[in-house]
Protein backbone atom coordinates (compact mmCIF):
# COMPACT_ATOMS: atom_id res chain seq x y z
CA UNK A 1 0.00 0.00 0.00
CA UNK A 2 2.89 2.13 0.99
CA UNK A 3 4.36 3.71 -2.55
CA UNK A 4 7.32 5.80 -3.42
CA UNK A 5 8.59 7.03 -6.72
CA UNK A 6 11.82 8.80 -7.23
CA UNK A 7 12.37 11.34 -9.82
CA UNK A 8 14.79 14.25 -10.74
CA UNK A 9 18.09 12.66 -12.05
CA UNK A 10 20.04 13.27 -14.96
CA UNK A 11 23.31 14.20 -16.17
CA UNK A 12 25.33 16.90 -14.57
CA UNK A 13 28.87 18.54 -14.81
CA UNK A 14 31.13 18.14 -11.72
CA UNK A 15 30.28 20.56 -9.25
CA UNK A 16 26.28 20.84 -10.32
CA UNK A 17 23.69 20.42 -8.48
CA UNK A 18 20.10 18.52 -8.84
CA UNK A 19 17.41 18.21 -6.44
CA UNK A 20 15.54 14.67 -6.33
CA UNK A 21 11.84 14.27 -5.45
CA UNK A 22 10.43 11.10 -3.77
CA UNK A 23 6.85 11.45 -4.11
CA UNK A 24 5.02 9.16 -1.68
CA UNK A 25 1.58 7.76 -1.15
CA UNK A 26 -0.46 4.74 0.93
CA UNK A 27 0.59 7.14 3.50
CA UNK A 28 0.46 10.47 5.59
CA UNK A 29 4.01 12.07 5.52
CA UNK A 30 3.84 13.56 8.78
CA UNK A 31 5.15 10.35 11.17
CA UNK A 32 7.56 9.00 8.89
CA UNK A 33 11.38 9.13 8.22
CA UNK A 34 12.23 8.87 4.52
CA UNK A 35 16.00 7.52 4.05
CA UNK A 36 17.84 8.61 0.73
CA UNK A 37 20.15 5.91 -0.87
CA UNK A 38 22.42 4.99 -3.76
CA UNK A 39 23.82 2.45 -5.29
CA UNK A 40 26.67 2.65 -7.96
CA UNK A 41 27.59 0.23 -10.41
CA UNK A 42 28.97 -2.76 -8.66
CA UNK A 43 28.57 -1.40 -5.04
CA UNK A 44 26.38 -1.92 -2.16
CA UNK A 45 23.39 0.12 -1.42
CA UNK A 46 24.82 3.35 0.61
CA UNK A 47 22.51 5.44 3.00
CA UNK A 48 23.12 8.92 2.12
CA UNK A 49 20.45 11.14 4.42
CA UNK A 50 17.70 10.62 6.45
CA UNK A 51 14.48 13.34 7.32
CA UNK A 52 12.56 12.57 10.08
CA UNK A 53 9.20 13.98 9.33
CA UNK A 54 8.05 13.39 12.78
CA UNK A 55 10.24 16.19 14.14
CA UNK A 56 11.76 17.85 11.52
CA UNK A 57 15.85 16.15 12.19
CA UNK A 58 18.21 14.88 9.62
CA UNK A 59 20.77 12.78 9.19
CA UNK A 60 23.74 12.47 6.93
CA UNK A 61 26.48 10.29 5.92
CA UNK A 62 30.29 11.69 6.27
CA UNK A 63 30.50 11.39 2.18
CA UNK A 64 27.55 13.73 2.00
CA UNK A 65 27.65 15.93 4.94
CA UNK A 66 27.62 19.84 3.77
CA UNK A 67 26.67 18.85 0.18
CA UNK A 68 23.57 17.32 0.23
CA UNK A 69 20.11 18.73 2.13
CA UNK A 70 17.05 16.75 2.74
CA UNK A 71 13.43 18.65 3.31
CA UNK A 72 9.89 17.86 3.06
CA UNK A 73 6.51 19.09 1.23
CA UNK A 74 4.19 17.78 3.78
CA UNK A 75 1.65 19.23 1.48
CA UNK A 76 2.38 17.57 -1.56
CA UNK A 77 3.60 14.53 0.45
CA UNK A 78 6.90 14.85 -1.02
CA UNK A 79 10.60 14.55 0.11
CA UNK A 80 13.86 16.16 -1.78
CA UNK A 81 16.87 15.72 -1.72
CA UNK A 82 19.31 18.56 -2.83
CA UNK A 83 22.90 17.59 -3.81
CA UNK A 84 25.04 20.87 -4.63
CA UNK A 85 29.00 20.06 -5.26
CA UNK A 86 27.84 16.68 -7.03
CA UNK A 87 31.15 15.04 -8.07
CA UNK A 88 31.64 11.58 -10.36
CA UNK A 89 31.67 9.54 -7.25
CA UNK A 90 28.46 10.86 -6.11
CA UNK A 91 27.44 8.77 -10.01
CA UNK A 92 24.73 6.18 -8.62
CA UNK A 93 20.94 5.29 -9.31
CA UNK A 94 19.31 7.02 -6.22
CA UNK A 95 16.42 5.50 -3.98
CA UNK A 96 13.91 6.61 -1.08
CA UNK A 97 12.87 4.56 1.24
CA UNK A 98 10.14 4.95 4.12
CA UNK A 99 10.00 3.87 7.66
CA UNK A 100 7.00 3.90 10.10
CA UNK A 101 9.24 4.63 13.16
CA UNK A 102 9.23 8.05 12.67
CA UNK A 103 12.89 9.06 13.67
CA UNK A 104 16.30 9.55 11.69
CA UNK A 105 18.35 9.13 15.15
CA UNK A 106 21.69 8.05 14.12
CA UNK A 107 23.91 5.77 11.42
CA UNK A 108 21.58 2.71 11.40
CA UNK A 109 18.66 4.76 9.80
CA UNK A 110 21.40 4.81 7.04
CA UNK A 111 21.51 1.07 6.74
CA UNK A 112 18.45 -0.58 4.97
CA UNK A 113 17.09 -2.23 7.95
CA UNK A 114 14.58 0.07 9.08
CA UNK A 115 12.90 0.67 6.08
CA UNK A 116 10.23 -1.40 4.43
CA UNK A 117 9.25 -0.05 0.91
CA UNK A 118 11.21 1.49 -1.50
CA UNK A 119 11.00 3.66 -4.89
CA UNK A 120 12.35 2.59 -8.21
CA UNK A 121 15.35 4.60 -8.20
CA UNK A 122 16.33 7.66 -10.37
CA UNK A 123 19.86 7.50 -12.22
CA UNK A 124 22.27 10.60 -11.39
CA UNK A 125 25.31 10.64 -13.35
CA UNK A 126 28.09 13.11 -12.63
CA UNK A 127 30.16 13.56 -15.89
CA UNK A 128 32.22 16.12 -17.61
Known amino acids: EVHLVESGGGLVQPGGSLRLSCATS????????IGWFRQAPGKEREGVACFSTLDGTAYYSDSVKGRFTVSSDGAENTVYLRMNSLEPEDTAVYYC?????????????????????WGQGTQVTVSS
Open 26 to 33: GFTLDDWA
Open 97 to 117: GSDDGGYCSGEYYLTEEPYEA
